[in-house]
């Protein structure tokens, strides 16, 4: 099975809009972490967004939040106020247990932002 | 300010050659991986380096592949009698691993884009 999915190719959203981009996640570990990275047409991965399994609050840090839902296992982004500069490749990945483990990735979700 | 660094960002081998990647990681830490990431796909894990301490490398596809960390800072992917299917672009990533999993980020480089012919 995998462990994380990414359901949605390719996504368009008007600038100043906010977006969701989905991910669901699997795993029997009670300690995990969930990571969003943005991969633009340069290739560099860029840290957005952590999640913390025990974290009581959904994570945010500036435009980006996190809707993390436990129970349904899904980590969804959500980009307020998109820009331009926003237009990317979207992944969620995950780590199972503590520092130092493998992170496990989505197939990303190509988000296009239009004027 | 440096980030985590990659040489050479790209790479072009005939079938056979061997290729070796490097790997220049944020100052002070200690974890070091590295994936494999094939075009349209997300990254897939190759291997992990706790300072010069290979822990895991389940993820290395053949014996043709081997990665070192001899000093537990600069590490180098080497892919020996290199095939097409090895093309696709190699991410390093280095962590701090302080134990607290909130520090426990991985910061990328850029990547080397390795096209066999």
């Known amino acids: 099975a995998q462990k994380i999915t990414q359901t949605q190719p390719g996504m368009f959203v008007q600038e100043k809009e906010a977006v969701t981009l989905d991910c669901t996640y699997d795993?029997?570990?009670?300690?995990?972490?969930l990571f969003w990275y943005k991969q633009p047409s340069s290739g560099e991965m860029i840290f957005l967004i952590y999640q913390g399994s025990y974290d009581q609050q959904n994570a945010t840090e500036g435009r980006y939040s996190l809707n993390f839902q436990k129970a349904r296992k899904s980590a969804n982004l959500v980009i307020s106020a998109s820009q331009l500069g926003d237009s990317a490749m979207y992944f969620c990945?995950?780590?199972?247990?503590?520092?130092?483990?493998?992170?496990?990735f989505g197939t990303g979700t190509s988000l296009t932002v239009i004027p | 300010g440096a980030g985590v660094s990659q040489s050479p960002r790209y790479k072009v081998a005939k079938r056979g050659q061997d290729v070796a990647l490097r790997c220049d990681p944020i100052?002070?830490?200690?974890?070091l991986f590295w994936y494999q990431q094939a075009l349209g796909q997300g990254p897939e894990f190759l291997t992990y380096f706790q300072n010069e301490a290979q822990l895991d490398k389940s993820g290395l596809p053949s014996d043709r592949f081997f990665a070192e960390r001899p000093e537990g800072s600069v590490s180098t992917l080497k892919i020996q009698r290199t095939q097409q299917e090895d093309s696709a672009v190699y991410l390093c990533?280095?962590?701090?691993?302080?134990?607290?999993?909130?520090?426990?980020?991985?910061?990328f480089g850029p990547g080397t884009r390795l096209t066999v012919l």
């Open positions: 795993t029997s570990d009670p300690s995990y972490g």
């Open positions: 990533a280095s962590s701090l691993n302080s134990g607290r999993t909130s520090t426990d980020t991985q910061y």
């Open positions: 990945a995950m780590r199972e247990g503590f520092a130092g483990n493998q992170f496990y």
């Open positions: 100052s002070g830490h200690v974890s």
